[in-house]
């Protein structure tokens, strides 16, 4: 089994700052992409940013600028740097990765998701 555990969300004023973190864990062989989604109340889940095995990167238009996505292979685990936090950013973000894992069939590829961590942004 694959477990993706997120961390650092929290509440902060709006112009402050949060690190994001979600380290993968498990029967893993390889990671191929990670990212970042997030889903506020009322609204469908939307893609942050992603990071590709090859570090290329990825960013919705809302967040260029402001956010940074980053991984660090060793430890199976991707970052979101988020900066000049705005009320806008408020929501649930969840990590994704395309993880490869070993079974009796040889290799299978699925996606993996976390169980979400809040941000909310506010004075």
């Known amino acids: 089994q694959v477990h993706l555990v997120e961390s650092g969300g929290g509440l902060v004023q709006p112009g402050g700052s949060l690190t994001l973190s979600c380290a993968a864990s498990?029967?893993?062989?390889?990671?191929?992409?990670m990212g970042w989604y997030r889903q506020a109340p009322g609204k469908q889940r939307e893609l942050v940013a992603t990071?590709?095995?090859?570090?290329?990167?990825n960013y919705v238009n809302s967040v260029k600028g402001r956010f940074t996505i980053s991984r660090d292979n060793a430890k199976n685990t991707v970052y979101l740097q988020m900066n000049r936090l705005k009320p806008e950013d408020t929501a649930v973000y969840y990590c994704?990765?395309?993880?490869?894992?070993?079974?009796?069939?040889?290799?299978?590829?699925?996606?993996?998701w976390g169980q979400g961590t809040q941000v909310t942004v506010s004075s």
């Open positions: 994704n990765a395309v993880i490869s894992v070993p079974g009796f069939r040889g290799l299978s590829k699925s996606d993996y």
């Open positions: 498990g029967s893993i062989f390889s990671i191929n992409a």
């Open positions: 990071i590709t095995g090859d570090a290329d990167t």
